[in-house]
């Protein structure tokens, strides 16, 4: 775990899915939904919803479905 100012710096990268189908942003074939871990690990801090980005790499593209 990365420490940043002191506190650690957790995030998630999230494939959400329905019905066992892919969401993602409109045209946009491999979008993921990301949060960032902000506080201390004692379960004081909180999660921060740092919104939908494109996978301009196209890493996560082949997770059409669940369970692929």
């Known amino acids: 775990m990365e420490q940043v100012g002191g506190e650690p710096e ?16 409109g045209n ?6 990301v949060l960032d871990y902000e506080g ?14 494109a996978d301009d790499l196209g890493e996560f593209e082949a997770y059409d479905q669940y369970g692929d």
């Open 10 to 25: 957790v995030s998630a990268t999230l494939l959400l899915f329905s019905r066992g189908r892919r969401l993602r942003l």
């Open 28 to 33: 946009q074939s491999g979008s993921y939904l």
């Open 40 to 53: 201390a690990l004692d379960g004081s801090g909180t999660w921060q919803d740092r919104g939908w980005f």
